[in-house]
């Protein structure tokens, strides 16, 4: 076991070291952001001794091999447009971040579970139909599409819910439920395929054929057999969500990580994006190692792969 868990965290840091390296060669892409940070008409001489300040007159090989020195050590610089440390002002947006992402993963399972076993349970009637309909629709239709009709039909038309920002559980109404779309579909059409195979079982059959009412032959023992890996699905999707509510934050003004790192890509404030990369690098390779463990506590099998 201390074997396996060695080679997890050792897989887990190559992640994290492959994920900030490939980010910091493709923001420097976008261009030199002192000319962001200077009027206009700056003077040439100014230019490079604000570029010399910053360290961005060095190599770019050296630049990187500073960020990494200084990023092992939790040092991912102050951010330039206002001068804070850039990994405290990324965790002061996480816990917005994580309301959001729970919420909608919160939303998934109490809208998605019901869907699937419905599903599976009238499979091939209307309610089957419709029950996939809904997850294709779901995982087909982009997240800022529909945050925008969203905003438009229920804060625009009905003006029953704001439009974005943040304070109050009703600004979390529309940028849940959009966040949370393609995990209903998602989480929906596992449990149907899920509860499929499970009521095609012998314990399935014998329990109907005794007389056991259908609700208690779903809830008791079919759901409950299925719900492993719906558990395990569940739990991975954390780090989707986390990762896939740039767009919906940047969308209703959500004060998460995800629209601090839109900002900061496009004013190419670079030790900001490095850090919130870095976090949601971290916390998505923490979900999947946890996930590893419990495979291996619960299958020895998997620790010899």
Known sequence: ML???IKRTAQMLVVIFLALTVVFFLIRLSGDPTALFLPPDAPREQLDKYRELLGFDQPLIIQYKDFMINAVQGDFGDSLRTREDALSVVLDRLPATFQLALSALVVSIVIAIPIGVLSAYKRNTIFDRIGVALTVLGQAVPSFWLGLILIYFFAATLNILPSGGGGSPLHMVLPTLTLAAYSVARFARFTRSTMLDVLRKDYIRTARASGVPMIKVLSKYALKNSLIPIITLVALDLGVLLGGAVITEVVFSWPGIGR???QSLLNRDFPIVLAGVFLIAVIYSVIN???????????PQIRVK
Do not use: H
């Open 289 to 299: 190692f946890i996930a590893d463990l419990l495979y291996a506590y619960v299958n």
């Open 260 to 262: 601090l790192l839109m």
């Open 3 to 5: 074997e396996f868990v």
